[in-house]
């Protein structure tokens, strides 16, 4: 590959400095040259004029779901997925996410093996798509996850593995390792028909056996917890990233200070459903659940942020509500309206913080030289308006790994496949009194 020149644009590095104007200079796959503008120089590089545009890292987004199949129902989810078209699927959509601007992603839980395998073809040049950590199967206990009675006493099903005792965790962990995940997940909290919200779902201890098996074959362990205990006991037990983190209270919040777990809100579900709701569907009552969480968890989130917890983006985009290549970057703008956070505190969040948690802060996430060419070049000024992020219509060179993005192409789309969808009969029960009178 040529040498590329990005001349004379604004450059947003991702460590939180302030802006300036700067040339970069890509080679390759890596970042050979930073200067001021019209310092970096290369003989035959191919130069682009980048004046009034802004070059920036490339996203991180670290809570992605792209094997899932964007479900619009935990029916369709576990019950109507096959493992080969479900792989070809997650392909698809992972060309989806690339082009919007994320060249980087925590894939955290998913269906089957596909995650690992997906991240070896993105590897190999056979699917096309951002750099990538993969998971397995969701860790449960036989309480189950969000899916509640849907999740098995025993086995796997879905995004779910259930594990009924300490030597079953053992195994599990052991067994997800050696398949090539590069971290393993816990689904702390779950949802019970009989009790209002998530409760935790696994004990201290259990907690501690997953992360003492991960950690001594040096993998990390990441945690799904949307009440105050789950939060407190997975930073205890040594959970490298929390997410969620829902109505976390003081002595949670003491926990992830002490143990140095790093935070991620994924508050782009809730806030998808509480504010757009209506237009995909969802009900009020729903609407007002997923503001609710938002508003009782943002102020402990801002708290831990200043305290100096380590706040990544994560979107959750897998789901009908998130779908993949459309919300990466409304994380980043919920954590100015949310949270208070500048746009460039936000963006390096977003960037910098997010290649740490991956494990490739010393990889990408930066604009630096011999950082990966990991580069998104686009037309507005995000510190200015953080939503201009989210529109790929403003983008004008992408760069992953070194290799350009074909921004001109059709966007992807696609027909629904056989039985992948659920469709109801009827909204309502057809009763003799709704038909006649």
């Known amino acids: 590959m040529a040498q590329i020149l990005l001349r004379g644009g604004t450059v947003i590095d ?23 503008s019209g310092a970096a120089d290369a003989t035959d590089a191919e130069v682009f004029d980048a004046a009034g545009l802004t070059v920036m890292p490339g ?34 959509n992972l060309g989806k996410v690339l082009r919007a601007g994320v060249t980087s992603i925590m894939d955290v839980d998913g269906l089957f093996n596909i995650g690992p395998a997906l991240r070896e073809a993105v590897a190999a040049g056979i699917v096309e798509g951002p750099n990538m950590k993969a998971g397995l199967y969701a860790l449960m206990t036989a309480v189950g996850g969000t899916a509640g009675r849907m999740i098995p006493d025993e086995g796997t099903a879905g995004y779910a593995e259930v594990t009924r005792n300490r030597d079953e965790m053992v195994v599990a962990t052991r067994r997800q390792i050696k398949e090539g995940a590069d971290l393993v997940k816990i689904h702390v909290t779950g949802s019970l028909p009989t009790r209002r919200g998530e409760l935790q779902v696994w004990t201290l201890d259990e907690l501690k056996t997953v992360v003492d098996t991960a950690h001594d074959l040096q993998t990390p362990v990441v945690a799904h917890c949307r009440n ?21 209270d003081e002595e949670a ?8 777990a790093i935070l991620g809100p994924v508050f782009t579900f809730l806030a998808n459903l509480a504010d757009f ?47 993949c290549g459309h919300w990466h970057a409304r994380e980043m703008q919920l954590f ?31 604009i630096e030289v011999g950082k990966r060419a ?29 290799r350009e993005v074909d921004l001109n192409r059709p966007w992807p ?7 992948e969808r659920v469709t109801p009969w009827a909204e309502t029960a057809l009763t003799w009194e709704l038909a006649y009178r």
């Open 336 to 366: 100015v309206d949310v949270l208070g956070l500048t746009p460039l505190e936000a963006i390096t969040c977003g960037t910098s913080n997010g290649a740490v948690a991956m494990g490739e802060g010393h990889l990408t996430g930066t």
């Open 413 to 419: 789309t696609r027909s629904p496949l056989p039985g």
């Open 228 to 248: 105050a205990s789950s939060t407190r006991d997975a930073a205890r037990a040594g959970v490298d990233i929390i997410y969620h983190a829902s109505y976390m």
């Open 277 to 323: 709701g209506p237009k995909a569907g969802a009900t009020p009552d729903a609407q007002d659940v997923f503001r609710n969480e938002i508003e009782s968890t943002g102020a402990m989130m801002r708290r831990a942020y200043d305290t100096g917890v380590t706040l990544i983006c994560g979107s959750e985009s897998g789901f009908v509500i998130t779908p």
């Open 374 to 402: 990991d580069v998104l070049v686009i037309d507005g000024d995000p510190t200015r308006d953080i939503t201009v992020l989210g529109d790929k219509s403003r983008f004008r060179r992408l760069f992953c790994r070194g």
């Open 59 to 92: 996203l991180v987004d670290t809570h992605t779901h792209v094997t899932l199949g964007e479900p619009a129902s935990n029916d369709e989810l576990f019950f109507h997925r096959q493992p080969a078209l479900a792989a070809l699927v997650a392909g698809f």
């Open 253 to 260: 919040l003491e926990a992830v200070v002490e143990s140095g």
């Open 14 to 36: 991702g460590s939180g400095a302030p802006p300036r104007a700067a040339d970069v200079l890509l080679d390759g796959d890596l970042i050979v040259g930073v200067g001021e």
